[in-house]
């Protein structure tokens, strides 16, 4: 697939004025309802559908049944990403108005950084061929590690990590806005707020969670405009998906199953691909397969149960900074107070 300048020139434009119309729609701190979430999260999912139709008309149906596979693949692995969100969250007592500021930030930070990512593995599997069979062994040992932690989510504020950074940066235990560093105390020191610590978490998960997604999807393609936009696609309506899900995390109990069987299934099929050709269409229906029975099987076990909060033992609390504290503090660079 030959893709011009232009064309990626082009797509990233269009990413970055979905952005801007994100922040814009969300320039003010406040909680965001499951009904403005569903909406959200309709208008990225149709985004990203709309954005396959058009490699299909420029490119061919093969082409844009390798991006609806990536971008299913990317979109189901997310689902797990957001519950490990919902729990540093928690873990952290981040009220929900603050939250979609950190997830914006988080998910910049996520498409900078896959963007590199993808392109040294495009590199890699265009320069090397065996670096696939690398890339199948991750995708095996992963499905396998998900199937016998199914029951589990990992906790990142009981980690080592967190620990190391509250112990080496200066933190505040208080909530200034939506700041995520401010200049506090009679010294005026530069202080880490909580929702810093958050962004960093997030950050480091969805790092985490790239080494799994990007080698499956390249076991469907080796296209990297394909991977990078299916990756690009899926994560811009994350923020939404996550205050939509968030709070149905116990209803998707069947979900990692799911997602060990398509990590499997892409993981063979990526080792296999020397020997055995498998159309994209019937992977592609492997995954929706999978997904469904997944994800129906769980609201059917889980049927008649409502929304709640996340439970975490020992949540942290912060308390808004008073009129006061925030008339003390100052802004990073230029030193004015933040009210």
Same mark, same amino acid.
């Given at each position: ?26 320039? &003010? ?12 999260? @309709? ?8 954005? %396959? /139709? ?17 971008? =299913? ?37 996520? !498409?900078?950084?896959? %963007? ?7 590199? =890699? ?13 991750? +995708? ?11 029951? &589990? ?17 200066? @933190? ?8 995520? !560093? ?12 909580? +929702? ?8 480091? @998960? ?29 994560? =811009? ?25 398509? /990590? ?19 992977? =592609? ?10 994800? %129906? ?6 049927? %008649? ?35």
């Amino acid at each position: 697939m030959d893709v011009p300048l232009w064309g990626w020139g082009l797509v990233l434009f269009v990413i970055v004025v979905m952005l801007a119309v994100d922040v814009l729609a969300h320039r &003010d701190a406040h909680e965001i309802a499951p009904r403005e979430a569903l909406t959200w999260t @309709t208008i990225w999912v149709i985004s990203g559908l709309t954005f %396959g /139709l058009v490699i299909w008309w420029a490119a061919g149906s093969e082409f844009a049944e390798q991006y609806y596979a990536g971008f =299913l693949i990317e979109k189901s692995l997310a689902v797990d990403n957001v519950f490990v969100w919902a729990i540093i969250f928690a873990s952290l007592g981040i009220p929900s108005k603050f939250q979609h500021r950190i997830l914006f930030l988080g998910v910049l930070g996520a !498409l900078i950084f896959r %963007g590199a990512l993808i392109a040294a593995g495009g590199a =890699l599997v265009k320069s090397f061929d065996w670096v696939l069979y690398i890339f199948a062994a991750v +995708l095996i040992v992963t499905a396998i590690q998900m199937l016998r932690h199914r029951d &589990d989510h990992s906790n990142p504020t009981e980690g080592r990590v967190y620990r190391w950074l509250t112990r080496v940066m200066p @933190t505040t235990d208080v909530i200034y806005g939506q700041r995520f !560093l401010v200049r506090a105390g009679a010294t005026g020191a530069i202080v880490a707020t909580p +929702l810093f610590v958050a962004l960093i978490l997030v950050e480091l @998960t969805d790092i985490v969670f790239a080494f799994d997604s990007i080698p499956a999807i390249f076991a469907v393609t080796s296209e990297t405009f394909i991977v990078f936009t299916s990756n690009a696609f899926a994560l =811009l309506g994350l923020r939404a998906m996550y205050f939509l899900l968030a709070d149905l995390m116990d209803r998707f109990v069947y979900l990692k199953l799911g997602l060990a069987a398509i /990590l499997g299934w892409v993981g063979v099929k990526l080792a296999l691909h020397s020997v055995v050709k498998i159309d994209t269409a019937v992977s =592609l229906a492997v995954i929706i397969v999978i997904l469904a029975v997944s994800i %129906g099987a769980s609201l059917i076990k889980t049927r %008649g149960q409502g929304r709640h909060h996340i439970e975490v033992e020992k949540p942290q609390h912060w308390d808004e900074a008073t009129p006061e504290q925030l008339a003390s503090a100052r802004t990073v660079f230029t030193r004015k107070p933040l009210s």
